[in-house]
Nanobody, 117 residues
Framework: QVQLVESGGGLVQPGKTLSLSCTGS????????MGWYRQAPGREREFIAF???????VQQESLKSRITISRDNAKNTVYLQMSTLTPEDTAKYYC???????????WGRGTQVTVES
């Protein structure tokens, strides 16, 4: 059974750094690109970043200066750090795993992040 479980969400003060983790099971984690997305109420899901099996990364340009994505294949875990949070970063954060051949995408259930003082 495939699972992606995000953790690390909650209430965060403005200006602080968010640290999220996502642990996968039931699939060959190290073969998959792993991504982070977020969705705020009333808005479409937004791409944040992904990290390929070779650890190369792609990040949303507008967030690039504030985010770090990394992975630990030994722990089947992908991480996201986002600094200098503002209330605009309030959203549900999701991780996904994808591979092109055959095309397969897995999603976690998300973790809520609320930025307020």
């Amino acid at each position: 059974q495939v699972q992606l479980v995000e953790s690390g969400g909650g209430l965060v003060q403005p200006g602080k750094t968010l640290s999220l983790s996502c642990t996968g099971s039931g699939f060959a984690f190290s073969d998959y690109s792993m991504g982070w997305y977020r969705q705020a109420p009333g808005r479409e899901r937004e791409f944040i970043a992904f990290i390929a099996p070779d650890h190369s990364t792609v990040q949303q340009e507008s967030l690039k200066s504030r985010i770090t994505i990394s992975r630990d294949n030994a722990k089947n875990t992908v991480y996201l750090q986002m600094s200098t949070l503002t209330p605009e970063d309030t959203a549900k954060y999701y991780c996904n795993g994808f591979i092109m051949s055959p095309k397969t995408v897995y999603w976690g259930r998300g973790t809520q992040v609320t930025v307020e003082s």
